[in-house]
């Protein structure tokens, strides 16, 4: 069935270092990755996204790189900032108008200042 | 422009009982998701809405189920509460049009199951 793994569960870097979130899904239809973040009391808010088309997508300090043939796909946040801190999900769809996402379990993420 | 709202923010409810859930979704904005999210579990799909109609279903059993009305405003339903539905449920809403898969979430309902 449809999966994404993802790691790490938890994330602690220094303010101003990068961090790195990978993720791996099963379904090879999958076509789109979008990246949320959920701060504490707050539903998930999109942060990037990439399609099947696409091998980097890029956004400030944060990008995305996808690999359709390994099935992986990671978030890249650079020159962190204590406000990075947050639940980061990955998921991945077949198709980008639905509602259907399956996600990742989420990635912790402490930026210590 | 006001997000998605999500009604009640938080319920506790026994075993047995049922719960309502309800979500507005953001103006112009005709496709309604939910989903559960729990530590152990993570973020699960319910259910998706589009034009009232269910155009795509999760692995849940049939005590989960839910409706969209004509302005998508969505509710869903969970009958015959057990101590594991306790969870947040998250709605969110998109234009569900071939430009953009962006969901917006709300900040959920918070169920407690004692």
């Known amino acids: 069935g449809e999966n994404v793994e993802q790691h790490p569960s938890t994330l602690s870097v220094q303010e101003g270092d990068s961090a790195v979130i990978k993720c791996t899904y099963s379904d090879s239809a999958s076509n789109y990755f979008p990246w949320y973040k959920q701060e504490l009391g707050k539903g998930p808010q999109l942060i990037i996204d990439?399609?099947?088309?696409?091998g980097e997508k890029k956004d400030q300090r944060i990008a995305v790189t996808l690999n359709k043939t390994a099935k992986h796909f990671s978030l890249h946040i650079t020159e962190t900032q204590p406000e990075d801190s947050a639940v980061y999900f990955c998921a991945a769809s077949k198709n980008s108008n639905t509602g259907k996402l399956i996600f990742g379990q989420g990635t912790t993420l402490q930026v210590k200042p | 422009k006001a997000g998605v709202t999500q009604t009640p923010r938080y319920l506790i409810k026994t075993r047995g009982q049922q719960v309502t859930l309800s979500c507005s979704p953001i103006s112009g904005h005709r496709s309604v998701s939910w989903y559960q999210q729990t530590p152990g579990q993570g973020l699960q799909f319910l259910f998706e809405y589009f034009s009232e109609t269910q155009r795509n279903k999760g692995n849940f059993p049939g005590r989960f189920s839910g409706r969209q009305f004509s302005n998508s405003r969505s509710e869903m339903n969970v009958s015959t509460l057990e101590l594991g539905d306790s969870a947040l449920y998250l709605c969110a809403s998109s234009l569900a049009g071939p430009s953009t898969g962006e969901l917006f979430f709300g900040e959920g309902s918070r169920l407690t199951v004692l």
């Open positions: 990439i399609r099947s088309n696409v």
